[in-house]
């Protein structure tokens, strides 16, 4: 399997250039049906929109503060659980197979539970496999796992077009797989959540378990991205 590589879209313009294609899609004289699905916000997310524009406006709320803020949950504190999990499953095979049979107890080893976490499958990303998981009706996601979910991964874009084309979304947000890889698509509902064991990176075979959490990302979980290991990272 190939390595990821940087896209010519990151994260920001995937959904900058979703939201082109359906201002586009929307505008006069352009002969679309309306049975296409166009990627506009819901209304919800405009109502949204709105309040935290008059919050900033009135001085209520520090754009920055609030940007700092989601980044933590989206990025940090919640991806870190998934994280602790993935390296514990690279170095103990007991607690993998616990894991790959039953997602929502094997977690629960570690004290997570809870809201969006309640009946949980992990599939397991190999050298000839590799899965990515979607929400396909709204924004169902791992959240005692991996936070919150992220912008893109809440999108009309990705939601329709990942089960369409996985190779050219996971092409644009930077992944790229050898066509003998086999790809599966795994669509999340609130019934049943979904989580990815991405394949352990070579070159890591002496690591730590701190220090293989640390190589964890969000996205490898999600499964638009692989783990790369770090440069000489052999060390304990």
């Not at 899609?25 to 929109?49: F, I, N, T």
């Not at 602790?84 to 197979?97: E, I, T």
């Not at 992990?122 to 496999?129: A, C, F, G, K, S």
Request: hydrophobic letters at 40%.
């Amino acid at each position: 399997m190939s390595e990821s590589k940087p896209g010519s879209l990151d994260r920001r313009g995937f959904i900058k250039g979703a939201a082109a294609g359906a201002v586009a899609a929307g505008a006069p004289g352009v002969g679309h049906s309306h049975e296409h699905h166009q990627e506009l916000p819901s209304d919800p997310a405009l109502r949204v929109k709105a309040l935290e524009s008059l919050l900033v406006e009135k001085g209520l709320v520090d754009p920055a503060a609030l940007d700092a803020l989601v980044d933590t949950y989206e990025n940090h504190v919640g991806p870190r659980n998934g994280a602790q999990v993935v390296a514990r499953a690279w170095v103990d095979p007991d607690f993998k197979q616990r894991l790959l049979k039953d997602g929502t107890s094997a977690i629960a080893e570690f004290g997570f539970s809870g809201s969006q976490g309640e009946q949980l499958t992990v599939v397991e990303n190999t050298r000839d496999v590799h899965n990515v998981i979607v929400c396909t009706l709204c924004s169902c996601y791992p959240w005692p796992l991996l936070g919150l979910p992220p912008t893109w991964y809440k999108s009309a874009a990705y939601r329709s077009r990942t089960v369409i084309d996985p190779r050219g979304v996971m092409s644009e947000l930077g992944l790229e797989l050898a066509e003998d890889v086999e790809v599966r698509v795994w669509d999340s509902t609130a019934a049943s959540r979904y989580f990815v064991l991405p394949e352990r990176p070579e070159g890591t075979g002496s690591m730590s378990e701190d220090r293989l959490a640390a190589l964890v990302t969000r996205d490898a979980m999600i499964g638009v991205a692989k783990v790369a290991a770090p440069n000489g990272g052999n060390g304990p």
